[in-house]
């Protein structure tokens, strides 16, 4: 038995019904510069719906999803040469929707999920080899749809979801085994909560954006002077706010991308956090009816990339802000059929692209990948792959060290918009130093850079990041 699907869903389902009554198919289509894989699914399965992403930090992807047959959540991972898949939770009759992700510093996964057979709201997480498993809320007789989970510094859980029962947000923090603090976090008499989102930043302050079906508004929670203080993100059109994806950059401002459904539109919106003030603008506008499933990454520039299912062509799209400021939308997935739902993307330290999502016509668990848009890192000699970069992140004036083969002839660093700021002999053994500084003797700003190896005949290798902070 499967939870009720909110009417934004419906449409969906049913053009998947249609289209499936038509036709199977059973192979993706990757549209360059993108490259796909099938990470679960075959013959009688019906699994990935509802994933979630995380890259750990050798970048490699972890997925929490639904298997729709077997009423089970699913986890893989992908060890750097295969996937390994197993059942997270399968002990009651129908667990595992809504599922969120995330990982702790050691690659371990968190999971928020919906428990439908008995309406709560559960975690799991992996001890020792072992699944454990607890209920984070029972509020009320159905709570915990939509859940996002986070992890502060401490490495410790914090879910925010929308209690059905009640129709309030909720986000609950677990302080031990068995043991979780639970707060509403608007106890208005709106219906209010759909597509909860959560961050929680360094000092242990939860972030929540989430859909207010009686205003048509999306709404921001955060915890000031002890309470929830509430605000409107964005209102600018009469229902917007669907499918929320918040993030926050290292300055603790909150990114947040949402549709508007009143156009068609993906909206993405961003709080100053010393004015309080919110940024508005459409992401991907018309004529497709865009934005359904819409998740949201930064990258290491601190720029917003969104992943979607494209209402109109029924593929899977991306939209990603350069940085001139224009927003590039590219196609992922056009096969044949309804693809790119339940879409969760995340970018790595060198800015390549990741993302899960369902397959709706083969009924499968799909994985695309993208070469980091920042700069060109395609390897293309052994002799000039990845440096080793010391200290990194590195203060502001530092020398950092460069170390590769001793191939290499010299060392270039770039911006993220592609600009070669210095050009770095080696010292005959693969190594230089960079003193933070452009080739005219201008000291770089904090922020993230790139950079690669030259080997003697003048072929490039792959980039590395290198992190300025003051």
Not at 32 to 48: I, K, Q, R, S, Y
Not at 197 to 207: E, G, K, M, N, Y
Not at 276 to 284: H, K, L, M
Request: charged share 20%; glycine share 10%; proline share 5%.
């Amino acid at each position: 038995m499967r939870a009720p699907l909110s009417p934004n869903h419906v449409w969906m389902r049913s053009l998947v019904a249609v289209v499936l009554v038509a036709a199977t198919y059973g192979s993706a289509h990757a549209v360059a510069p993108f490259t796909l894989e099938t990470v679960d699914g075959g013959p009688g399965a019906v699994v990935g719906e509802y994933t979630s992403m995380k890259l750990d930090r050798q970048g490699r992807p972890h997925i929490a999803y639904y298997d729709a047959v077997g009423g089970n959540l699913r986890y893989a991972h992908h060890d750097g040469s295969q996937w390994w898949i197993e059942v997270a939770d399968g002990a009651a009759a129908d667990v595992g929707q809504f599922a969120s992700l995330a990982l702790d510093t050691l690659g371990t996964p968190h999971i928020a999920y919906y428990d439908e057979t008995i309406g709560k709201l559960r975690y799991t997480t992996k001890v020792g080899g072992l699944w454990i498993r607890e209920v984070a809320d029972s509020s009320s007789f159905d709570c915990g749809w939509y859940p996002s989970i986070a992890l502060d510094a401490n490495q410790h859980p914090w879910i925010a979801s929308y209690d059905r029962g009640r129709g309030n947000p909720r986000v609950a923090r677990r302080i031990g085994t068995n043991r979780w603090q639970r707060s509403t976090v608007d106890t208005t008499f709106d219906l209010s909560g759909f597509y909860t989102t959560l961050a929680v930043d360094s000092a242990f302050r939860p972030h929540v954006a989430y859909y207010n079906l009686t205003r048509g508004t999306l709404q921001y929670a955060t915890v000031v002077n002890g309470a929830w203080h509430i605000e409107t993100a964005d209102s600018t059109n009469a229902d917007i706010g669907l499918y929320s994806s918040l993030a926050m950059d290292a300055r603790g401002r909150v990114h947040v991308a949402h549709m508007d459904l009143t156009n068609g539109d993906v909206r993405y919106v961003r709080r100053d956090p010393a004015s309080g003030t919110w940024s508005r603008e459409i992401a991907v506008g018309g004529p497709n009816i865009a934005g359904y499933d819409c998740s949201m990454t930064l990258d290491p520039a601190g720029l917003p990339n969104l992943s979607y299912h494209d209402g109109t062509t029924l593929h899977f799209a991306m939209a990603r802000k350069t940085p001139t400021g224009s927003w590039q939308v590219l196609t992922v997935d056009d096969s044949p059929g309804v693809t790119g739902l339940y879409s969760s993307i995340a970018s790595d330290r060198l800015g390549n692209l990741c993302m899960s999502y369902w397959d709706g016509s083969a009924y499968k668990l799909r994985f695309a990948r993208m070469a980091s848009p920042l700069l060109d890192v395609t390897p293309v000699t052994p002799g000039a792959r990845g440096l080793a970069v010391s200290p990194n992140p590195a203060p502001a004036g530092a020398r950092i060290r460069l170390a590769g083969a001793s191939t290499l002839r010299a060392f270039e660093v770039f911006d993220v918009m592609g600009r070669q700021l210095a050009h770095l002999p080696s010292d005959g053994t693969g190594r230089a130093e960079w003193d933070a500084r452009t080739s005219t003797g201008v000291e770089v700003e904090a922020g993230v850079y790139f950079a690669r190896g030259v080997d003697r005949d003048g072929r490039r290798g792959e980039a590395t990041l290198v992190t300025i902070v003051r």
